[in-house]
């Protein structure tokens, strides 16, 4: 017999595939499958790609597959040509593509087994209990209400951030039960929704419209189009009842990890079927598990961030993509693909319906509305008894300042927290101070290793650099000439914190940042403190921006969002138009009216003036005409090259060597190299060649073509490089 031979994507910086020779020993392993192999002087697992190839090298050359590691491919079929897809789409090694989408134990070789796990119930005596009677074990009180809505497994308790003291407690009390259990996935039937609302006619059309097209798995993409309170969330949850009746899973993706609680909660609520989750914050195995779960079936409800668009299901009826607006669902590093982009192309290959929710749309996918590629469903109303906000502007040019609040702010304020109402201050800035600065010669705190200014931490007493992370102890003294008049610049969280206290005593504050939520599970614990309205006045950066249900704020004020107003990227402008309506979004959820204040020494500017008079469809629309105008994206197609080295030199000789392999070309236009917005990084001068086509077509196929010549370049041992598509961050 012939020898066999096989191709195989292996997870290395290369974009190309290897070949190995099968030993007859060996079962054959079908395309999907994992395997074996050496690799120089490792071993590595790669997926088989091909059979029975022709090898690429002389047959002496080609090492032994050691072993076949799988009887069956890993992924299903549309699965699998989805990560080819990606690999070619993104120019980015299969190998890598492949590992990335695998569970990391998956990726080490592991076998993906089921494992046993616990499951919590309510026992007899639990379910007498009377929560309000728990008031003082408010960890307590929360395990309790959540089992009284069914029983959990135990990364759904975990993923309610419950300490391992507290279940011991109700497991000694009898209050609760703990089984083991093998995690099989064991069928499961959706008979009905608990407790659904009464839609109003905006959610009961966009319901409706999706009906049709989901029981025949039509490959269809809505963008529900709702400002925040409008019942998004609601029409997500009577959406899937028909597609949960089927039998099918739902897949809901959202944007960061602190909201997969909130979801899960409201889900299970919903739904009496098994719900995994998929994010980062869990161990290995339990990922692995989850993952398990939903490619066999055993999952109705698959809840994750970004990577879970690679997840596996055996019969996906729907997916939902919330908060499609948000730059977390493109990965900023390795393989940087955009998961909104994927889920689009999978919910073609799969044929199912995807649903994309928002209260602020991306210009990309209201430009896909546009085009018909998109439908659109809007909910122009606040669901429920909420109302619109009242929007002002303070005209920081003309008033008195207390680090950086405005006296009518600080009045403004106090009207709020008088009548017993909460107050949300955003400020996209942790620390006390963005730098110190000597008063007598004008020296600032930089960061050795990065073009930037190291931020004052005064609560940790050091100087630490929001880029690279090194820190330093705070100086008595100018590094430069000694004088001992060293003063801070920009104000921060931590100092608004202060300055509040000290003009508005005797309201409790709390501080929502990455500084403050360090410990896990305490962001959630911040959040749910938040919303019981124990704290009078909110303080956060962008985490607090995020879909979170405050009902007692009244008042929301966005401070120093001047930066964005002119900022060298094109995208600035939407950023911030997103964000001032997503922080707005938290204003008057309830009964009561909101009133959103923006501080500004740009009044006048018309992006401000255009959010605080005509909301987002309006600048959403003159946005758009202004990059087809300026052909960018979405209306043209880009690439970037970034370079980094320890000598500004290699990382610009390296992408002058590529402009100069590139050459020219009729449809697509090379810019720089320049060096990056922040052009020095942890130590690395960091440069950039942008690509940009009117049409995307001509782009790929000239990077196809290119890419083995500019992966050759011997500049390139010198400098880092990778390449972004369609790049969404610049700096
Ligand atoms: P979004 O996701 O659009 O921000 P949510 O779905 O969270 O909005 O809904 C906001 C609030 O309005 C929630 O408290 C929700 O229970 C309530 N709500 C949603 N739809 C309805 C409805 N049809 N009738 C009454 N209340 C509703
Ligand atoms: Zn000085
Ligand atoms: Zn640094």
Avoid at 444 to 463: F, K, P
């Amino acid at each position: 017999m012939t020898a066999r031979f096989v191709r195989v994507a292996l997870p290395v910086p290369m974009r190309q595939l290897f070949d190995y020779r099968l030993p007859a020993a060996l079962t054959v392993p079908p395309v999907g499958a994992r395997v074996r192999v050496p690799f120089g002087q490792r071993q590595l697992v790669g997926f088989v790609c091909a059979l029975d190839v022709m090898p690429e090298v002389a047959e002496a050359q080609l090492k032994d597959v050691e072993a076949v590691l799988d009887a069956e491919p890993l992924w299903p079929e549309s699965l699998w040509q989805l990560l080819q897809w990606a690999a070619k789409y993104y120019h980015h090694p299969l190998g890598d593509v492949l590992s990335h989408a695998a569970p990391a134990l998956v990726r080490q070789g592991q076998m993906p087994t089921y494992t046993t796990s616990t499951r919590y119930e309510l026992a007899k005596a639990g379910r007498e209990v009377t929560l309000s009677e728990l008031g003082r074990a408010p960890q307590q009180q929360r395990l309790l209400a959540a089992l009284q809505r069914g029983p959990m497994s135990a990364s759904g308790v975990r993923e309610l951030d419950i300490p391992a003291n507290t279940i011991k407690t109700l497991i000694e009390k009898e209050w609760i039960t703990a089984t083991v259990l093998s995690d099989k996935p064991a069928p499961w039937t959706c008979t009905g929704a608990r407790g659904a609302l009464t839609l109003n006619e905006e959610q009961a059309v966009a319901v409706a419209a999706m009906k049709g097209p989901l029981e025949s798995h039509e490959p269809q993409v809505w963008l529900l189009e709702g400002v925040t309170g409008s019942g998004k969330t609601e029409v997500y949850l009577q959406a899937m009842e028909p597609v949960l009746k089927r039998g099918e899973q739902v897949v809901v993706l959202v944007p960061e990890i602190g909201l997969t609680p909130q979801t899960v909660e409201r889900f299970s609520e919903r739904y009496d079927v098994p719900i995994v989750v998929l994010h980062s914050g869990l161990t290995d195995s339990e990922r692995l598990q989850a993952w398990l779960q939903a490619r066999d079936g055993g999952a109705a409800i698959i809840i994750g961030t970004r990577s879970a668009i690679f997840t596996p299901c055996k019969r996906i009826g729907l997916m939902i993509l919330d908060e499609e607006h948000d730059s977390s669902f493109k990965q900023q590093d390795g393989f940087r693909y955009n998961a909104r982009d994927l889920a689009v192309k999978r919910a073609h290959q799969d044929k199912f319906g995807l649903v994309l929710g928002s209260a602020t749309p991306s210009l990309e996918s209201l430009a896909n509305v546009k085009a018909g590629r998109y439908h659109l469903l809007e909910l122009k109303k606040r669901a429920g008894a909420a109302q619109k906000a009242h929007h002002a502007i303070i005209d920081l040019k003309q008033q008195r300042l207390h680090q950086g609040i405005s006296d009518q702010l600080l009045t403004t304020m106090a009207k709020h927290l008088q009548a017993g109402n909460q107050v949300l201050i955003f400020l996209n800035r942790r620390g006390y101070a963005s730098a110190l600065l000597c008063h007598e010669c004008g020296w600032v705190s930089e960061c050795h290793r990065c073009q930037a200014n190291m931020t004052l931490h005064q609560q940790d007493n050091i100087l630490q650099c929001h880029h690279c992370g090194a820190q330093r102890r705070i100086p008595r003294q100018c590094g430069h000439c000694g004088s001992t008049q060293i003063i801070s610049q920009g104000l921060g969280t931590e100092q608004l914190e202060e300055a509040i206290a000290r003009q508005l005593p005797g309201y409790s504050i709390l501080r929502i940042d990455r500084d403050s939520t360090r410990r896990k599970g305490s962001l959630e614990e911040a959040l749910q403190a938040a919303a019981r309205g124990e704290y009078q006045v909110l303080i956060g950066t962008q985490m607090l921006a995020k879909g979170h249900h405050f009902p007692n704020v009244t008042l929301v004020a966005l401070l120093d969002v001047d930066g964005a107003l002119y900022s060298s990227d094109f995208r600035a402008p939407e950023r911030l138009a997103q964000l001032y309506l997503q922080v707005a979004g938290r204003a008057g959820r309830a009964e009561k009216p909101g009133t959103v204040v923006l501080q500004t020494h740009h009044p006048e500017h018309p992006l401000i003036q255009e959010l605080v008079n005509n909301g987002y469809s309006h600048f959403a629309s003159s946005a758009l005409t202004e990059r087809e105008q300026a052909l960018l994206p979405p209306y043209a197609a880009m690439a970037l090259i970034r370079a980094e080295a320890t000598s500004r030199q290699a990382a610009e000789t390296l992408l002058n060597a590529m402009a100069h392999v590139l050459g020219e070309h009729p449809q697509v236009a090379i810019i720089g190299p320049i060096p990056a917005p922040l052009g020095r990084r942890a130590g690395r001068y960091r440069y950039q060649l942008l690509l940009h086509a009117d049409q995307r077509a001509p782009l790929h196929q000239w990077l196809l073509q290119q890419l083995p010549t500019l992966e050759k370049l011997p500049e390139g041992r010198k400098a880092r490089w990778s390449l972004d598509i369609d790049p969404q961050d610049f700096a």
